[in-house]
C-alpha cells in the first residue's frame, strides 16, 4: 500500500470518528399545555422566521416536507404571504384561514454560531510501484502537497411555538439545537427532523 492511499485512508478513518462524537440535535421542552387537545392537527401552516428570504424558504419546505412523510397536510407559509423576513400577526393568521389550516407552527432561528478551524495540508512521501505508471509523475515529483483543508462548524439555536389557528391559543414551544454541521442546509435538514419527530412524540400531529 502506498503512502498515498495510507494517509487516504487515515483521513477518511478520522473524519468518521469526529463524525461518531459530534452531539444528535437536542430538543428541550419549554411550553406544553396540550393536554386537552382533542385530537392530532391534520392541517399545518408553516412559517419560519430567518434572517434572510432564501433560509426562511429552504426551513419552510423541509418542515412542510416532514410533516407531509409523516402523513400530515402542511403548507409552507411562504406560498400564502410571500417571501419577506418580518410579517405582522394579522397577516400570519389570514394566511392560516386562506388555507384552512388548524394549526400554526412557527420556527424562528434565535442564533447561529459558527466555528472555523484551518488544517494544514500535510506533505506525503510519494512512491512508485512495479509498472503503475499513473504514479510516475509523483515519483518524479517526490513529495505530494496537500491544500489546505477549511472546515466549518455551524451550532443553531431554533425555538419552535405551535398555535391553534382557530383560538389563537400558543400550545407547545420547544428549543431545538443542532450541533457543528458542515453547512447550514444540514442544520436546517436536522432541524426539520427534529421538529417533527417531538410534535410526533407529543400526539400533536398524526
Known amino acids: ?8 485512508l487515515f483521513s477518511l478513518g478520522a473524519l468518521f470518528a469526529v463524525a461518531a462524537c459530534v452531539p444528535q440535535t437536542e430538543v428541550i421542552k419549554l411550553y406544553d399545555e396540550s393536554a386537552g387537545l382533542d385530537k392530532p392537527y391534520e392541517r399545518v401552516l408553516v412559517i419560519s422566521v430567518a434572517g434572510d428570504t432564501g ?4 426551513l419552510e419546505e423541509l418542515i412542510a416536507a416532514n410533516l407531509e412523510t409523516a402523513e400530515v397536510s402542511a403548507i409552507a ?5 410571500g417571501l419577506k423576513t418580518t410579517m405582522l400577526q394579522e397577516e400570519i393568521d389570514a394566511a392560516a384561514r386562506n388555507a384552512n389550516a388548524d394549526a400554526i407552527l412557527i420556527t424562528h432561528i434565535a442564533s447561529v454560531d459558527t466555528r472555523v478551524t484551518i488544517e494544514p495540508g500535510a506533505s506525503i512521501l510519494a512512491e512508485c510501484q512495479g509498472d503503475q505508471t499513473m504514479h510516475y509523475s509523483l515519483y518524479e515529483q517526490g513529495e505530494l502537497k496537500q491544500d489546505d483543508s477549511i472546515h466549518l462548524a455551524h451550532t443553531v ?5 405551535l398555535y391553534d389557528s382557530q383560538s389563537g391559543q400558543r400550545l407547545w414551544t420547544i428549543q431545538s439545537t443542532c450541533f457543528e454541521k458542515a453547512s447550514m442546509d444540514e442544520v436546517l435538514q436536522e432541524e426539520a427532523k427534529a421538529i417533527v419527530r417531538q410534535l410526533q412524540i407529543d400526539n400533536l400531529v398524526s
Open 157 to 161: 439555536v431554533a425555538v419552535t411555538n
Open 55 to 58: 433560509t426562511r424558504r429552504r
Open 1 to 8: 500500500m502506498t503512502k498515498v492511499r495510507s494517509a487516504f
Open 77 to 81: 407559509g411562504y406560498t400564502q404571504t
